[in-house]
C-alpha cells in the first residue's frame, strides 16, 4: 500500500530558529512530490520536485528531493510567527486512472513563538 | 480571477439529511477533485473527475456521490449524512498534464449531529 510518512507530527520553536520537516514516502510509480502550507483554510503550495538532489527555494523556504532513499525535507531558516501552520507532504503517482492524484501525509503542525 | 470556490463555507445537518456540496473553479482546469480532512488524519482523496465526462473513486467514496456537470463545476453529494461524515471537505483542481499542483478551495466545514 502506497503510503507518505511526514515527522515530526508536530515542532514548537522560537522565532529565528530553523526547522527541518522530514517526508518519507513508499509509493509506486513515484512521479513528484509536493509540499503544501495549511493555515486556517485552504492548503497552499509551496513547491514541487520531480528531480533527486536539485533544491528548490523560496525566500527563507527551500526543499529537496532524495529519490534512492525516498525522502525529502523542507528546510526553514529564520522563523517567524507567521511560519506557524500546517506543513502537507504529498507524493504524485504515475499510473493508469489514478494519473495525478495525490497521496498526502498526515502533516507536521509547527508552531512558532515570539 | 476567483480559483476555486466552494459553497456552503459551514453546514450543519441532522442524521439521515441530505446535502450537495458545490465547488468551482474558473482556471480552465481540467481534473478536479474532492477530499475530506479529518484531525490526524491528512487529506483523503473521495472522488476525482480527471475531465469533463469522467468520475472515478478515491480512497474514501462510500456514502458520497458526485457530478461533474461542465467543466468549471464539481459537486459532492450525501445522500443520507451520517456523524461519520462529520469533517472538512475541500475541493482542488489543476490541470491535466505538466503539473501534479492542485489548487485547494477553501473548504466547507460539516457537522453531522
Known amino acids: 500500500e502506497d503510503k507518505v510518512v511526514q515527522s515530526p507530527l508536530s515542532l514548537v520553536v522560537h522565532e529565528g530558529d530553523t526547522v527541518t520537516l522530514n517526508c518519507s514516502y513508499e509509493?509506486?510509480?513515484?512521479?513528484?512530490l509536493l509540499w503544501y502550507k495549511q493555515e486556517k483554510k485552504a492548503p497552499t503550495f509551496l513547491f514541487m520536485l520531480?528531480?533527486?538532489?536539485i533544491e528548490k527555494k523560496s525566500g527563507r523556504l527551500s526543499s529537496i528531493l532524495d529519490k534512492k532513499e525516498l525522502f525529502s525535507i523542507l528546510n526553514i531558516t529564520a522563523t517567524q510567527t507567521g511560519d506557524s501552520a500546517v506543513y502537507l507532504c504529498?507524493?504524485?503517482?504515475?499510473?493508469?486512472?489514478?494519473?495525478?492524484?495525490?497521496?498526502f501525509g498526515k502533516g507536521t503542525k509547527l508552531s512558532v513563538k515570539p | 480571477n476567483a480559483g476555486v470556490t466552494q459553497t456552503p463555507k459551514f453546514q450543519v445537518l441532522k442524521t439521515g439529511q441530505s446535502m450537495t456540496l458545490q465547488c468551482a473553479q474558473d482556471?480552465?482546469?481540467?481534473?478536479m477533485y474532492w477530499y475530506r480532512q479529518d484531525p490526524g488524519m491528512g487529506l483523503r482523496l473521495i472522488y476525482y473527475?480527471?475531465?469533463?465526462?469522467?468520475?472515478d473513486k478515491g480512497e474514501v467514496p462510500n456514502g458520497y456521490n458526485v457530478s461533474r456537470l461542465n467543466k468549471r463545476e464539481f459537486s459532492l453529494r450525501l445522500e443520507s449524512a451520517a456523524p461519520s461524515q462529520t469533517s472538512v471537505y475541500f475541493c482542488?483542481?489543476?490541470?491535466?498534464?505538466?503539473?501534479?499542483?492542485?489548487?485547494f478551495g477553501p473548504g466547507t466545514r460539516l457537522t453531522v449531529l
Open positions: 482542488a483542481s489543476k490541470m491535466v498534464s505538466g503539473t501534479d499542483t492542485q489548487y
Open positions: 509509493v509506486t510509480n513515484f512521479r513528484s
Open positions: 520531480t528531480s533527486s538532489g
Open positions: 504529498a507524493v504524485g503517482r504515475n499510473y493508469g486512472g489514478s494519473q495525478g492524484n495525490l497521496i
Open positions: 482556471m480552465n482546469h481540467n481534473s
Open positions: 473527475s480527471a475531465s469533463e465526462g469522467t468520475t
